[in-house]
């Protein structure tokens, strides 16, 4: 729900600020990224597991989102629609 609020309300309603803030929430998705896949790598746990997956699959629809053009956007899209793991 949080990407949705980003990409229908934030981004349209504060493009200059977007475009500000874009490379930075870019990051924060590789970091996210990166950091869910190597945690959810080593869970024993299955609920741990898929709640790192996700982290790392939500990151993914973050980084779609900052590259602020049309690829990026559908690609958020089609991510969100897509189920973790």
Same mark, same amino acid.
């Given at each position: +729900?949080?990407? /949705? ?12 600020? *977007? =475009?500000?803030?874009?490379? #930075? %929430? *870019? %990051?924060? =998705?590789?970091?996210?990224?990166? #950091?869910?896949?190597?945690?959810? +790598? ?9 709640? /790192? ?13 900052? *590259? %602020? $053009? ?7 899209? /089609?991510?969100?629609? $897509?189920?973790?793991?």
């Amino acid at each position: +729900m949080g990407t /949705y609020g980003l990409v229908r309300f934030s981004f349209p309603l504060f493009p200059h600020a *977007a =475009a500000v803030f874009a490379p #930075y %929430l *870019a %990051l924060l =998705a590789v970091i996210g990224i990166v #950091y869910g896949a190597l945690v959810a +790598m080593v869970q024993p746990d299955l609920k741990k597991l898929v709640a /790192y997956s996700s982290v790392s699959h939500l990151g993914f629809v973050v980084l779609g989102i900052a *590259a %602020l $053009n049309v690829q990026g956007l559908e690609g958020a899209v /089609y991510q969100m629609l $897509n189920p973790p793991a």
